[in-house]
Nanobody
Framework: QVQLVESGGGLVQAGGSLRVSCAASVRTFANYAMGWFRQAPGKEREFVAA????????YYADSVQGRFTISKDNAKNTVYLQMDSLKPEDTAVYYCAASNIYSHGSTDSRRYNYWGQGTQVTVSS
């Protein structure tokens, strides 16, 4: 069983930056893809970014391309989401997800079989 624990959420002003982290309890992430999704009140969960642990390939939603960066630390089994130039519309609960089914990464939340509890990110205008 893989456990994912997010941290680093909080309140930030528009234009600011925030980094959220996801620590995973797994021996090796060699065959995993990691993703970040978010869900705003009254909206469906949406894809934000993903990374293949083995290839390092990264994927981003159009809405965050150029502002957000996903990265990983192999030694710490941790994935990060650096969020710059934040906008009020980025306000949401951010969820970390892991998939050992689609190890190259996916934008589809149904392809992720492990999820964290979420961390709140609030961007004030």
């Amino acid at each position: 069983q893989v456990q994912l624990v997010e941290s680093g959420g909080g309140l930030v002003q528009a234009g600011g930056s925030l980094r959220v982290s996801c620590a995973a309890s797994v021996r090796t992430f060699a065959n995993y893809a990691m993703g970040w999704f978010r869900q705003a009140p009254g909206k469906e969960r949406e894809f934000v970014a993903a990374i293949s642990w083995s290839t390092g390939n990264r994927y981003y939603a159009d809405s965050v391309q150029g502002r957000f960066t996903i990265s990983k630390d192999n030694a710490k089994n941790t994935v990060y989401l650096q969020m710059d130039s934040l906008k009020p519309e980025d306000t949401a609960v951010y969820y970390c997800a892991a998939s050992n089914i689609y190890s190259h990464g996916s934008t589809d939340s149904r392809r992720y079989n492990y999820w964290g509890q979420g961390t709140q990110v609030t961007v004030s205008s």
